[in-house]
């Protein structure tokens, strides 16, 4: 018989499913921010497990929208520390 | 005789010029002349040379206030200042009244609003039809969003979550929270039920067509990016204006509550509109 997926696509409707994934976000990028590393993506190996669990528990714009929004910020953070 | 002589002189010029030296100056005031050397010699001898003359006594230097700068006496200085400084702060006083009366006038009702607003037919996620006219008779709260909204939709519905709730303790259910979503294609009735439903629990979702949607955020001024061909199965997010919208029971705006609004400013808010309508109607609806 069928096997059953144990991935499942996160529900963006359900406040569970989104808590899920805010705080797979924020162990993803706690560990990029120990390494150091500004843009998902260019940390090799380092945090591997954090970003699998990440990419499984976000929708995949999310993910984007969230890397992008990493990124703006640390470009804007020069800016907001002169005002 | 005083006149005869002036007259004679003046038809005859100074007499220095003429005749020995007077004994009086022709120069106002009258004062005795100072005696001067007659320059009438034949010979010159070093005897005779005229001593140095002495420093002239001037009109200015006999009546001129030495404490005076450019045109400015003391007093005068000290007038000019002050007349100023008391100027400076009516101006400034006038300012801010007419600042103050500005404001007093924007948040009043009879002053001018934005036209933000108006009709719309959609559905509401339990099925039924809503329309314009059921804003009529209730104050509302109303969020343009979309399901798949990563993290803004639902902080910004958290928000308006809590105030409704302050605001229900206050005055009871007066207060409408609307959800209208502006990606009918993924936004199903029984996704817009499962999403409405983790927070108030009177929070209404509305949708309609893609025509729908684009009419009623021209309406409100919203703006929202989603492409018109888009599929239930996409992974897409749509950009739109994050503000919601308090409308009165007349369904006009009164305000729009953006990112930077915290739950106090939108309570405070409301209460004030509340506080300026019951004075107008008498009642809160």
Redesign the interface.
Known sequence: WPFTSTSKVPD????QD?AKC?ESRDLYFACLDAENVTVPGKEGDKCSSAKKGYEQNC????VD??NKRRILAEQQKPLLEQA | MQTVTTLRLALRGPPSARCAPRRFSWRWPRTPATPRPTRRGYATSSADEPPPEKPRVTFEDKYKNKSVVGVFTPVSALLFVGVGAALYFYFDWEKQRLQKQREEERLSRSYGRPTVGGPFELTTHDGRPFSDKDLLGKWSLIYFGF?????IC?EELDKMTEAVDILDKEFGPLVQPIFITVDPARDTPA?LA??VA?FHPRMVGLRGDYAASKAVCRAYRVYFSTPPGTQPGD???VDHSIYFYFMDPDGKFVDAFGKASAVPDVVERVRKEFAAWKEERGGLT
């Not at chain 1, 963006?12 to 406040?15: F, L």
């Open positions: 963006n409707a359900s406040r989104r805010w929708a995949k714009s999310w929208y969230f | 399901t798949n909204c990563p993290d639902p996704q499962r999403y983790d992974d897409y997010l």
